[in-house]
């Protein structure tokens, strides 16, 4: 079976500008979460969807936002992007949403993203 | 609000040694307790978890945890370590009504022949 894919793996981009990163969840998986991890530290939540809805939002500006379709593929995107959002950012799919349950997150590869 | 604490950067082993990966947390109620591990330009890769029962969780590769509520800790353990084992370990909770994984910092294992 497919993991968890994301696209693009890389990407460059300079401040100011906009992206678009998308992911794929295990079939039969119905929610999503995105994460960033900088270098050298651990991931940090940014979004859970389930359903095509948000269920949780991490500590991030408004400039981050997602969406899910239903085919529960997944977008994130940032605008205006400043240095500080280089990072690799995560994917990860579950069964359900996962408040009140131990539902386990299974990640992507990632998307590499550098601002310029 | 919830956190996890991995107080080693850099854990040394020698091949075939036993391993330890130390975490600890905070949360308010029963936590949820992970590990994954990454590989250089790679994804976290689930390793093993604990929700309730067994203080004792046996996981992929050979690892297990052990789920200690009066230290509020989850340290990672192997009993024979290989070179391939050589990578980021993460540790994660997420509280009963939570959503979002706290992932630590991160401790780099490396195994020597």
């Known amino acids: 079976d497919a993991g968890v894919t994301q696209s693009p793996t890389h990407l460059i981009k300079t401040r100011g500008q906009h992206v678009t990163l998308r992911c794929s969840p295990i079939?039969?998986?119905?929610?999503v979460s995105w994460y960033q991890q900088v270098l050298g530290q651990g991931p940090q939540f940014i979004f859970q969807?389930?359903?095509?809805?948000?269920?949780g939002r991490g500590n991030f500006p408004d400039r981050f936002s997602a969406r899910q379709f239903p085919n529960y593929s997944s977008e994130l995107n940032v605008n205006a992007l400043l240095l500080g959002d280089s990072a690799l950012y995560l994917c990860?799919?579950?069964?359900?949403?996962?408040?009140?349950?131990?539902?386990?997150?299974?990640f992507g590869p990632g998307t590499r993203l550098l601002v310029l | 609000a919830q956190s996890v604490a991995q107080p080693e950067d850099q854990v040394n082993v020698a091949e075939g040694n036993p391993l330890t990966v130390k975490c600890t947390y905070s949360?308010?109620?029963?936590?949820?307790l992970f590990w994954y591990v990454q590989y250089p330009n790679r994804g976290l890769q689930f390793l093993l978890k604990?929700?309730?029962?067994?203080?004792l969780v046996k996981g992929s590769y050979g690892f297990e945890a052990e789920f200690n509520k009066s230290q509020t800790s989850f340290h990672l353990k192997k009993p024979s370590a290989l070179v391939s084992d050589s990578a980021l370990y993460f540790c994660?909770?997420?509280?009963?009504?939570?959503?979002?994984?706290?992932f630590g910092k991160g401790t780099s294992l490396l195994v020597t022949p």
């Open positions: 990860a799919s579950s069964l359900q949403v996962l408040a009140g349950g131990g539902e386990t997150q299974y």
């Open positions: 949360v308010s109620g029963n936590p949820y």
């Open positions: 604990y929700i309730t029962g067994d203080n």
């Open positions: 994660a909770v997420r509280a009963f009504s939570g959503y979002a994984l706290n």
């Open positions: 969807y389930y359903e095509k809805e948000e269920r």
């Open positions: 079939s039969g998986h119905k929610s």
